[in-house]
Every structure is written in structure tokens, then in C-alpha cells.
């Protein structure tokens, strides 16, 4: 069974501040996905990584995938109020219909 | 922007009813999926659905579930005989070509079986 990890569960920080979330696995996946969740909705893609070793970049928000598929961090730049929600990773598997594998989420804080 | 549309938004049954949770998937997509969330817990994987046949399933989806994709838009789960741990929100997605390419989930039906 693949298991994603993500950590810390819980981060409170005040807005300006910077910050990182991580994604572990002793598993490798093919990708990896990361979502924001508000409270009764539905996850909200973020970004796709692919390659070992690639950052993506969305907005102050930057994305890396581990060298060896098995990890992933998401690092927030001078983080805001607006930032405030719940991240999941969500790792996919080999093949193209195979269900994605989630972790339990980083639930984030912004304070004003 | 094209989404996934789900109905009903919630849904309360009794124990031992047979519910049917509907998801529109984005038009040109090709692969759609079922997921489920219980309170407080991780988003699970129950079933993936390509070319009009289940490709994967997972241990949850057991002989109580079914898929179907009665006409070319609606993408439906049947439960059919609701048990009360099968209260959860329930997330139908879809990818234009599988989970090595962008997954876009509904907003979800909130299940309540009482």
C-alpha cells in the first residue's frame, strides 16, 4: 500500500513570513498533484510535477519533486491571509487510469 | 472554465436505501473517477472509469458499488444498500488522459445515511 505523509499537520504563521510544507513517501510515484481543499468542497488542483528533481512555480507559490519520485515540497514566499486552507499531495501511480493516493493534508494559517 | 458538476450537493438516505450520486465530467475529458472522503479523514480512491469499462478499483469498492455511464455526459455511482459508514462526501473527477495529466474534482455530494 502506498502511503503519502505530509507534514507539519497544522502550521500557523503570521502574513509576511515564509514557509515550507512536505510530502514523503517511501513509495515512487509517476507524479505527484498538489490541491487546496476549503471545508466542504472539492479539491482544487494547484500543480502537476513529473520529473525527479522539477520545481514549478506558481506565483509566490514554488512546487519541487524529490530526485527519486518519492517526495515533494511546496514553499510559500511572504505568505498572505488569502493563503489560508487546507494542502494535500496526491501522488499517482503507473498507470494512466490508476487512482491518486493522498496524504492527509497541512492544514495552513495565515495570520493577519 | 469548464468544471465538474456534481448533484445533489447533499443527500440524506435511510440505512438499507439504494442512493445514485451524479457527476458531469469536462466534455473532452476521458478518464473519470470516484473518490470519497470520510469527516476529519483523507480523500480515498474508489474507482476509475475509462473507454466505458471500470479500470481500477480499490478495496472500498465492493460488490455494494457500481458505475455506470448510462449516456455521453452523466457519469453516475449507485450504492446499493447504504450502510451508515458509508456517510461521507463523495468526489467525482476527470483527467484528459489519466493521472499523469491534471485531475479536476467536483465539489462533491455530501452523503448522510441515517
Known amino acids: 500500500t502506498q502511503l503519502l505523509e505530509q507534514s507539519p499537520q497544522f502550521l500557523s504563521i503570521q502574513e509576511g513570513e515564509n514557509l515550507t510544507v512536505y510530502c514523503n513517501s517511501s513509495s515512487v510515484f509517476s507524479s505527484l498533484q498538489w490541491y487546496r481543499q476549503e471545508p466542504g468542497e472539492g479539491p482544487v488542483l494547484l500543480v502537476t510535477v513529473v520529473t525527479g528533481g522539477e520545481v514549478k512555480k506558481l506565483k509566490r507559490l514554488t512546487f519541487q519533486f524529490g530526485d527519486a519520485r518519492k517526495d515533494s515540497s511546496l514553499h510559500i514566499t511572504a505568505a498572505q491571509p488569502g493563503d489560508t486552507g487546507l494542502y494535500l499531495c496526491?501522488?499517482?501511480?503507473?498507470?494512466?487510469?490508476?487512482?491518486?493516493?493522498f496524504g492527509k493534508g497541512t492544514h495552513l494559517i495565515i495570520q493577519p | 472554465e469548464p468544471e465538474v458538476t456534481q448533484t445533489p450537493s447533499h443527500q440524506v438516505t435511510q440505512m438499507g436505501q439504494e442512493v445514485i450520486l451524479r457527476c458531469v465530467p469536462i466534455?473532452?475529458?476521458?478518464?473519470f473517477y470516484w473518490y470519497r472522503q470520510i469527516l476529519g479523514q483523507k480523500v480515498e480512491f474508489l474507482v476509475s472509469?475509462?473507454?466505458?469499462?471500470?479500470?481500477?478499483k480499490s478495496e472500498i469498492f465492493d460488490d455494494q458499488f457500481s458505475v455506470e455511464r448510462p449516456d455521453g455526459s452523466n457519469f453516475t455511482l449507485k450504492i446499493r444498500s447504504t450502510k451508515l459508514e458509508d456517510s461521507a462526501m463523495y468526489f467525482c473527477?476527470?483527467?484528459?488522459?489519466?493521472?499523469?495529466?491534471?485531475?479536476?474534482f467536483g465539489q462533491g455530494t455530501r452523503l448522510t445515511v441515517v
Open positions: 473527477a476527470s483527467s484528459r488522459q489519466g493521472v499523469h495529466t491534471e485531475a479536476f
Open positions: 472509469f475509462y473507454n466505458n469499462e471500470i479500470s481500477e
Open positions: 466534455s473532452n475529458h476521458l478518464y
Open positions: 496526491a501522488g499517482g501511480g503507473r498507470g494512466g487510469a490508476d487512482g491518486l493516493t
